[in-house]
């Protein structure tokens, strides 16, 4: 029986689920030859809020931080995860740019991208995997996995065979908020390997305290890979331990035999790192949390919620919102909650309490219901959907969002070149996602980091930004918002005051 095999995390996902994504550069090299030696499937170390991070609070240039990477273990393939369409934003980009992105991802040396979409919509995977197949790398398609009337092991199933024949060289289960249960993790792999003949792996979080007992169910219907960290950037919103994993498979005939020496090692390490980042740290992420389970807000979302919601001066009304959230995801479509559309749920939910039921709309929300991220897993509430039509003066849409979009590096390379910068490709896709950053990078800028690392992006754990009141340019960060009530379109502009 062929043995399971580990995909480690803790250069990425770990690091972003329980210290706000500020690991270093420097931090991650003295670990590297171990991590090469050890011979996991990947590495994940890039991708996701890492690059966000980079520009915004490390004065890293994102690109070469997987150069230093790839150069110091050099074996391992190295993966990334990568938003379709939404490359590592919150905002879809026209086709030209995704495309550039990736071949600057590509000629950088990263071996995998972990392709996704918030609505697993084949339509916003299409660009991503077909330049990920033309520049000779490994796309991996990403089912986002939920619990909704309309998300059963069947419509996962035949996602998986939509992401297979688009191109996928491997199909991986996407538990981005730690919500499988052993019996459906077993049910889903089972269905998957008898549909799909590319190798399968299972990616959670231990949230809630189920991943480490759906990876053993898993293995049992044979998944290929399982993905795991490194304490203390384990376990909690995390992915389960490495050892911990081990020691649960000892004695099965599928275990793994990763070196215990160069793991203790490791561990050590990353033990020096966990105490240096400190600030972005938090006890209530190294917990299991079963609120996960009713209201499905990813763990670093959920945790962070209640600062968020105290900033708006609605601290009391934090049980009220949580049970809206529901609410609003059943009428734009039951979207699975993973970014950015957690962070419009949960926003949605929010101004819903706060001003009264679908009074005020945030503009990403309005944008769901318009089919501006593509289409919903199921039917937006009818009476929402007239609403906003009625609110916005627009129609809804059923083509692939980025058709709507005009090609964009040219305009990028032009505003670059106004601005006295570099005018290559890495520079433009950077911009295009993180206009101030990297202008201030490239300026030779240092980022100031803000007064409390538990109130900003990537807070207290995932790459899933807290709720905020932000409606409008999301990917430009601005404190602009556009808001609707009873009809009326009012633009705002919000101060922060210290």
Request: a neutral charge.
């Amino acid at each position: 029986m062929k043995r399971v095999e580990f995909t480690n995390t803790v250069l990425r996902d770990g690091h972003q689920s329980l210290a706000a994504t500020r690991m270093r550069t420097e931090q991650m090299l003295p670990a590297l030859a171990d991590l090469d030696a050890l011979g996991f499937y990947q590495l994940e170390t890039w991708g996701g809020a890492t690059i966000d991070s980079c520009l915004r609070y490390l004065g890293e240039n994102p690109f070469e931080r997987i150069s230093a990477l790839k150069k110091g273990a050099p074996k391992t393939p190295h993966g990334m995860l990568l938003r379709g369409q939404n490359i590592v934003q919150y905002t879809s980009f026209p086709d030209d740019v995704v495309e550039a992105f990736i071949r600057c991802t590509a000629n950088r040396g990263m071996d995998v991208l972990r392709i996704f979409d918030a609505l697993n919509d084949p339509r916003n995977l299409e660009t991503s995997i077909r330049a990920t197949l033309a520049a000779g790398k490994q796309a991996r398609g990403e089912i986002c996995y939920t619990i909704s009337p309309v998300h059963t092991v069947e419509a996962f199933v035949q996602f998986g065979e939509d992401l297979v024949d688009l191109g996928s060289q491997s199909v991986s289960i996407k538990d981005m908020a730690g919500l499988i249960t052993p019996k459906v993790a077993y049910d889903l792999v089972s269905a998957l390997k008898k549909r799909v003949s590319v190798p399968i792996i299972l990616h959670s979080h231990d949230t809630a305290g189920l991943a480490a007992s759906s990876y053993l169910a898993a293995i049992e219907a044979g998944v290929d890979v399982v993905e795991t960290s490194i304490v203390p950037f384990a376990n909690g919103t995390s992915q389960p331990d490495t050892l911990r994993m081990m020691a649960l498979l000892e004695g099965h005939p599928r275990c793994p035999d990763y070196n215990r020496e160069r793991l203790a090692r490791l561990r050590a390490h990353f033990e020096t790192v966990y105490a240096e980042l400190k600030a972005f740290t938090s006890p209530a992420n190294e917990r299991v949390d079963v609120d996960i389970l009713t209201y499905q807000v990813p763990g670093g979302m959920l945790s962070n919620f209640r600062n968020q919601l105290k900033e708006q001066g609605m601290a009391e009304r934090y049980d009220e919102v949580l049970k809206e959230m529901p609410v609003v995801r059943a009428a734009l479509g039951y979207i699975p909650l993973v970014t950015p559309t957690s962070q419009i749920v949960g926003t949605q939910a929010m101004l819903n309490v706060k001003f009264g039921r679908w009074k005020m709309f945030s503009q990403p929300a309005q944008d769901v219901v318009l089919g501006k991220y593509g289409k919903t897993p199921g039917p937006v509430d009818k009476e929402l959907l007239v609403l906003v039509e009625k609110q916005s003066g627009k129609k809804a849409v059923t083509i692939r969002p980025a058709d709507l979009l005009e090609p964009g590096m040219p305009a990028l390379r032009d505003k670059l070149k106004e601005k006295g910068l570099p005018e290559d490709d890495e520079t433009a896709v950077l911009f295009a996602m993180f206009p101030v950053e990297t202008e201030k990078l490239l300026r030779g800028e240092k980022p100031v980091e803000p007064k409390s690392g538990l109130q900003d992006h990537g807070t207290a754990g995932r790459q899933d930004k807290a709720v905020s009141m932000r409606t409008t340019s999301i990917h430009a960060r601005a404190k602009k918002y556009v808001m609707h009530i009873e009809g009326q379109k009012h633009n705002v502009e919000v101060e922060e005051v210290a």
